[in-house]
């Protein structure tokens, strides 16, 4: 008879603690395969707890396997005949710890954003609106494409502010733009060969090669992408920034979409990936209009998102797709639900639809021309060392050094006076010529009064 | 010189309507290439505007390249050689129109949940907490892999209650099981070939679809997944249901288990993809322990979500990754953000902590239980043309019907009563015998009364 020490204090009920014990018995081979156990009868009154107690227990060890039940003959350990034989493997210790980076008081970080501009107040008394008056809607289910009151406010804002020719049935509402990618790439087929601009937007190129895509580098000249070069490749998907070139802010002008828009006309799968990034922000004239207004989407799938103008705790992006790969999507994802929040969803939509999303644009457009007319006037005190260019736009200006330093030398320098400096050569998949050391200067996330004194620092160092 | 109408009731400003104007005329071929512009002043002059903002429409036309600016000889028509050759293709027309589908009172729906099994109130409350009490967290990025507070809970909740082992550093909290899919699959190599039960839980196996995956069918017997037939195929990926098989409800038993464990311990690819649904439910007895509780997560990567036992509203899923495949993530995935909304993380974080999600689970347990007894006791009264199968456990029961009608005619027999039901040939990747025709009665959705009701509609035409 087994004997099963129970313990009435455990937080474990005593058929639990019965099931425990057989089930290690049975485990570490005390009880042999094929051994008969007591009848539940008996052991409830060799261990004097209640039948249904024993019972239990043995109902579950039945349930996973180590015993088993006969009609009229009793219970019996189950044969486990296999051993299991983990092969120990060594693998390199996983840590989710970080090295330490150095803390800059000044990042001139061209894609960072300034957490101040996140419109607290106005999303905080929003989603408590969405969740105080909401009957139930936010917490089902939310359309596959993404909300379509969502997708009528994206429709307004795309087509007034950027020029995108769309109907709600054409956006795809998706938690971050790496999601949206991953569902493009499968859309545009296994074979696609991207072709990418050099120097690039590096967090697509990494996505890219994250997903295994090839991409193709093509030179930027001062009309953005080369569609010569583009042609001489055998790339079918061009991925471009057309409104302002990242990194080096040119705008694309008519005659070159045109260009790109033919390339893209001559073959039935060659499509056009529109990242536009930061567009929102010019600080002279109109924005400039999106590449995906001129084709009326035939050819041209537009890709914005809005973390970088609301908050990265948003997970919120989208994509505008021609209706050759609208079609393909209702096919391929039919199953696929919505990544994004419900609650973040009706919180965006009421954002947009009351004008708060407006406002909190030009609220941020008037900060970031401040802080760029500031950095402007700062970086023209090295008179005829820097040029600029990529000025009244983005989030960034781009400053050549035509001294005498190296740019290891003013990158050097500069984190001596805690300045955190991003050279071009970073942005590039591959190396280009650049006739001078050049910089990304990002003022999004550093006041005025550092962006001056900063620069301050920089005069006293650069020479 | 131009003569252009300006409106002075337009909401446009002036600058913009005299853009217009000479973008469109050259757009239509009015103003030929390298026509001369009229000087800025002259044309003020004869608008009758001021000259900045002639200029200001000028500078919009340069940077968008329509006019090229020559100093001390004037504004000029850019050459735009190539027009624009849209080659028209007829595309099916893009509908986001669903056929209307046929209301049935009685849905027996196996993987429905009932909308009113959200804890609604509890979550209102602490969403309303987090955004009032919050320092701002909320509206910063999440952790890469979700953040630290939730996954030190999921590792409690899955230790507790699922016999899971694991760090928080080997959970990625993302968007969805389909998104997480999307990871692990790029994780495990584009040659993966994938066995999956037969029948199956079907999302998976779309998802599979949906990402161009080869999936191998393996038999389902009395202990879940044949490992014989598996060990003949060239599979190298195990995807199972061992806690409760989708949708025959079959417990893989413990010696099962040892042998699939033995199966991937034999090559270094090989992998078990363990899909833990709906294992919370079970109403005898304790849970079945995860299969990735026997092997420390060598071999197992285990797959959970909030969206059935919380909302589905709340897009949250996670998987445990094994220290090889997390070193791999962490290499592969190291730009990619965190895809869950951070509000709904810090929600679902106290909801945990506070011990709401335990209650709730509860409490929705107790539920589904007394609907389950119910349907049981009203399916009973068949007597023997009906045998049951996948009991006391998930959100549905197996019915095979051993009397004279076939499958179509018990199907729409039930259908002209207003009852929908789910056939299991429907949960096949290919199509297997079955002696009788087979039902998964879901009674997650249906009230104890709807059920009552439904199935005496049932056993009044069916004979």
Request: aromatic share 12%.
């Amino acid at each position: 008879m087994l004997t099963i020490y129970l313990d009435s204090h455990s937080n474990k009920p005593y058929y639990e603690q019965i099931y425990r014990y057989i089930r290690d018995e049975i485990r570490n081979g005390h009880l042999a395969c094929h051994e008969k156990l007591p009848s539940s009868r008996g052991l409830a009154q060799h261990l004097n707890v209640s039948r249904s107690t024993v019972d239990t227990a043995y109902a579950q060890l039945v349930a996973e396997g180590y015993i088993e039940s006969f009609p009229k003959r009793g219970y019996f350990v189950s044969q486990i005949d296999e051993l299991l034989n983990m092969v120990p493997v060594a693998y390199p210790p996983v840590s989710a710890v970080e090295p330490q980076e150095e803390a800059f008081p000044w990042d001139f970080s061209p894609t960072g954003a300034d957490a101040l501009n996140f419109p607290d107040t106005y999303w905080r008394k929003l989603s408590r609106e969405c969740i105080n008056y909401d009957d139930g809607t936010i917490f089902r289910s939310s359309e596959p494409q993404g909300d379509m009151g969502l997708r009528q406010e994206l429709v307004n804002y795309l087509r007034q502010n950027r020029g995108v020719s769309c109907s709600p049935d054409n956006i795809i509402i998706g938690a971050g733009s790496q999601y949206l990618m991953m569902l493009l790439l499968r859309l545009l087929g296994k074979n696609s060969r991207i072709a990418m601009e050099n120097p690039a937007y590096m967090p697509s190129y990494y996505t890219f090669q994250s997903l295994e895509r090839e991409v193709i580098p093509i030179s930027v000249d001062d009309h953005g992408m080369s569609v010569e070069e583009l042609q001489k490749s055998d790339a079918n998907i061009a991925y471009v920034t057309p409104s302002h070139q990242y990194p080096l802010g040119v705008v694309m002008p008519v005659s070159r979409r045109t260009k790109l828009l033919n390339w893209a006309n001559y073959e039935p799968d060659r499509y056009i990936i529109e990242d536009d990034y930061d567009s929102e922000f010019r600080y002279q004239g109109r924005p400039i209009p999106a590449l995906q207004g001129m084709d009326q989407g035939k050819k041209v799938i537009y890709m914005g998102s809005f973390s970088k103008v609301v908050s990265p705790a948003v997970r919120m992006s989208y994509m505008v797709l021609p209706d050759s790969l609208m079609a393909r999507y209702r096919e391929i994802f039919k199953t696929f639900p919505s990544t994004v929040s419900r609650l973040d969803q009706a919180i965006m939509t009421r954002f947009m639809k009351e004008g708060y999303f407006e406002r909190h644009l030009n609220r941020l457009r008037n900060r970031y021309k401040a802080r760029h007319d500031v950095l402007i006037r700062e970086l023209k005190q090295f008179k005829d060392r820097v040029r600029l260019s990529s000025i009244n736009a983005g989030s960034y200006v781009v400053l050549e050094w035509t001294g005498e330093m190296t740019e290891e030398e003013l990158l050097e320098h500069a984190r001596q006076e805690g300045i955190l400096l991003y050279p071009l050569s970073r942005f590039c998949i591959v190396p280009t010529f650049r006739m001078y050391p050049t910089f990304l200067m990002g003022f999004a996330q550093l006041s005025e009064e550092e962006l001056q004194q900063g620069i301050g620092r920089l005069r006293r160092v650069w020479k």
